[in-house]
């Protein structure tokens, strides 16, 4: 992408903007322990609100959500944000209260409060390989990926993938390692103003350029586009050529959003995400009072409607418009399976076999079928269970999950090798919207570009805060120095922002060979959040369960989640919704065999004002209200 002398001054003015007020609010941060991880508890609903959004939306929200939205899956990938609405609310008035009563830094640290010293210990070592493995080198992947497109062959901002992981990384580093969490809150308030700014822009563009573009031009999302005039405005052209990729609901065999994880299995990491995951509560674990964190809760959600209207639209329109350009890129990156393709198909002995995207597929049904009878063939040869399956006659279902499904079955024990042909490069929507509609030289590419890397840098930083947190709180001054001083606390926090940032910048560049890195953060979370939502659930609910449930409800999770990923065929969400009610009976069991002579009481460990705000609840109500209208408008 060019950028002019106008858009570089606004681009560094703004990242400076941010650092600088980052910078400037750590002044004083680090006398304590409260003041460094907790913003000395006293944040404003305002800035709780915002700099939740802040610390949510990301790179792998810009640019994984708006390659999925690109991909088949269109609005429905927006039920991790609608749905997010509704679960924040609840967070606000059914959470909340027990976590600010108790007085705790982290999220581990209430556990101890209810089961004892080992529950603590497993998810604090839980939350840390999450933080650290997952969401920091997911973001600092997805975000020096972003950066690098953009800024290729561009002189002195061309670092590669490597280098622009390692510059957001060190940016994010130093604010954070100066002033904790106060810094990443003002530097927020900032970031996750101009990061819905910057997505309402490029949603603008879109839907202008869609709209000047006669229809020959466009590619149809849908395999059944409506006719639409050349003349049509741009939404009329989103909807017609879209139909199907406008609606919440995909069929139960789905492997990513099915209609039945609506119901049960995307509440999972819902409620994980939003009420127990340390990086976003410990913005509303630093409010003030209970009612600010309340208010400042469901102003969150408020904000979460608007989100896929700034995200999820763009990706959609980015298909339409450059199909050919995102096929290009996939040829360019995946080269050798489609050579594979090309060598292979009609011989089934080579043991090579294909699994299609299915946007792809529909939009290419002589292709597809070519792949359909190969990989029918291949189940032949290979003694694979090819019952039942007519390549003249198959269904979706039988097309993207049995024949995948019974592929991968034999796949070891038969040495085949599959491919996943895409077709297209999804996650490069963004890149191409942002380089081929944003006007150049008023400034407009810089402040896009700005709040883009401005969204990046704000996540990092709240991972950074949080997985510092928990290691000094959890780790270092209860199984290193019991003893240490509020100072040398901070220390340790500020060394542990500087050993993180390290290595995810280390580990980020090898994360290219995940394909979505949406579904990569995602998918992986599940090893761990359903059962760190069960224990918190039950630990509420039912408070004679002995503190082996805590210990019990940990460890099971990732066990069972892994067997239903190697043995079944259940789409992830799903899995979740699975171990879940399966680490929660467990619990149960356990608390009816061996129950507590007297229930754990939940004591009150704050000075802080803990009265509710009856306000937040008829805001809340109306936000409920609304994401239920616009599930029905586009279910």
């Known amino acids: 992408m060019s950028l002019s002398t106008i858009d570089l001054v606004v681009f560094v003015v703004f990242i400076a903007s941010v650092i600088g007020l980052g910078l400037y609010k750590s002044k004083g941060e680090g006398k304590d322990?409260?003041?460094?991880?907790?913003?000395?508890?006293?944040?404003?609903?305002?800035?709780?609100?915002?700099?939740?959004?802040?610390?949510?939306?990301?790179?792998?929200?810009?640019?994984?959500?708006?390659?999925?939205?690109?991909?088949?899956?269109?609005?429905?990938?927006?039920?991790?944000?609608?749905?997010?609405?509704?679960?924040?609310?609840?967070?606000?008035?059914?959470?909340?209260?027990?976590?600010?009563?108790?007085?705790?830094?982290?999220?581990?640290?209430?556990?101890?409060?209810?089961?004892?010293?080992?529950?603590?210990?497993?998810?604090?070592?839980?939350?840390?390989?999450?933080l650290v493995f997952v969401s920091l080198t997911g973001v600092i992947y997805a975000g020096g990926l972003t950066m690098s497109e953009l800024f290729a062959d561009h002189g002195f901002l061309d670092l590669g993938l490597t280098g622009w992981c390692w510059m957001i990384g060190m940016m994010a580093a130093i604010y954070i390692a100066a002033g904790g969490l106060n810094a990443s809150a003002w530097a927020d308030l900032i970031q996750g103003i101009a990061l819905i700014l910057g997505g309402a822009i490029i949603t603008y563009f879109a839907l202008q350029k869609l709209g000047m573009t006669p229809v020959s031009e466009l590619t149809a999302g849908s395999a059944h586009p409506k006719e639409v005039a050349?003349?049509?405005?741009?939404?009329?052209?989103?909807?017609?050529?879209?139909?199907?990729?406008?609606?919440?609901?995909?069929?139960?065999?789905?492997?990513?959003?099915?209609?039945?994880a609506l119901i049960l299995g995307l509440w999972i990491p819902n409620f994980y995400y939003w009420g127990l995951n340390q990086y976003i509560t410990q913005r509303v674990l630093g409010s003030s009072s209970l009612k600010q964190g309340q208010k400042g809760i469901v102003f969150a959600a408020g904000m979460k409607l608007i989100i896929p209207f700034v995200i999820v639209i763009p990706g959609i329109i980015a298909f339409n418009l450059y199909s050919k350009e995102l096929s290009e890129i996939d040829a360019r990156k995946n080269a050798a399976d489609w050579t594979a393709l090309e060598q292979h198909v009609g011989r089934p002995e080579s043991g090579r076999a294909f699994v299609a995207n299915i946007?792809?597929?529909?939009?290419?049904?002589?292709?597809?079928?070519?792949?359909?009878?190969?990989?029918?063939?291949?189940l032949?040869?290979?003694?694979?269970?090819?019952?039942?399956l007519d390549a003249?006659?198959?269904?979706?279902?039988?097309?993207?999950?049995?024949?995948?499904?019974?592929?991968?079955?034999?796949?070891?024990?038969?040495?085949?090798?599959?491919?996943?042909?895409?077709?297209?490069?999804?996650?490069?929507?963004?890149?191409?919207?942002?380089?081929?509609?944003?006007?150049?030289?008023?400034?407009?590419?810089?402040?896009v570009i700005a709040a883009l890397l401005g969204a990046i840098v704000s996540s990092l930083a709240a991972v950074l805060n949080a997985a510092s947190t928990i290691f000094t709180m959890d780790i270092y001054q209860r199984y290193f120095s019991q003893n240490s001083s509020q100072k040398g606390l901070v220390a340790a926090g500020r060394i542990a922002v500087g050993v993180f940032a390290v290595i995810g910048c280390l580990l980020a560049p090898n994360l290219d060979k995940f394909g979505s890195i949406f579904k990569y953060i995602q998918q992986f979370q599940g090893y761990a959040s359903?059962?760190?939502?069960?224990?918190?659930?039950?630990?509420i609910l039912n408070r004679r369960g002995p503190g082996i449930c805590g210990v019990v409800g940990l460890l099971l999770n990732p066990l069972l989640y892994w067997a239903l990923d190697q043995y079944t065929d259940l789409a992830f969400l799903d899995a979740m919704g699975v171990c879940f009610f399966s680490v929660l009976a467990v619990m149960w069991i356990i608390a009816l065999v061996k129950p507590l002579a007297q229930p754990v009481v939940f004591e009150t460990r704050t000075t802080m004002n803990v009265e509710g705000c009856a306000s937040s609840k008829i805001a809340g109500g109306i936000v409920i209200a609304c994401t239920l209208l616009l599930y029905v408008i586009f279910w």
């Open 33 to 130: 322990s409260e003041s460094y991880f907790l913003a000395g508890r006293g944040l404003m609903w305002w800035l709780i609100g915002v700099s939740l959004i802040a610390a949510n939306i990301s790179s792998e929200q810009f640019v994984g959500m708006s390659g999925s939205a690109a991909d088949y899956m269109g609005l429905a990938i927006s039920s991790y944000e609608w749905m997010a609405a509704i679960t924040l609310v609840v967070v606000a008035f059914a959470f909340l209260p027990y976590f600010l009563k108790s007085g705790i830094f982290t999220m581990p640290q209430f556990l101890q409060q209810r089961y004892g010293d080992g529950t603590r210990a497993i998810m604090a070592f839980m939350t840390m390989v999450l």
């Open 392 to 447: 003249a006659a198959l269904t979706e279902e039988q097309r993207f999950a049995i024949i995948p499904a019974r592929l991968a079955k034999i796949e070891k024990s038969a040495g085949l090798t599959l491919h996943p042909i895409q077709g297209y490069k999804y996650d490069a929507a963004l890149n191409l919207l942002m380089k081929n509609l944003l006007p150049e030289n008023i400034g407009i590419r810089g402040f």
């Open 530 to 539: 359903p059962g760190i939502l069960a224990v918190f659930v039950f630990g």
């Open 359 to 378: 946007q792809w597929a529909r939009l290419n049904p002589e292709k597809a079928a070519a792949i359909d009878a190969h990989n029918i063939a291949v």
């Open 230 to 260: 050349d003349n049509a405005s741009g939404i009329a052209k989103l909807i017609a050529l879209n139909h199907e990729k406008m609606h919440m609901k995909l069929p139960s065999w789905d492997k990513n959003i099915p209609w039945t």
């Open 380 to 388: 032949k040869a290979k003694g694979g269970d090819a019952s039942g």
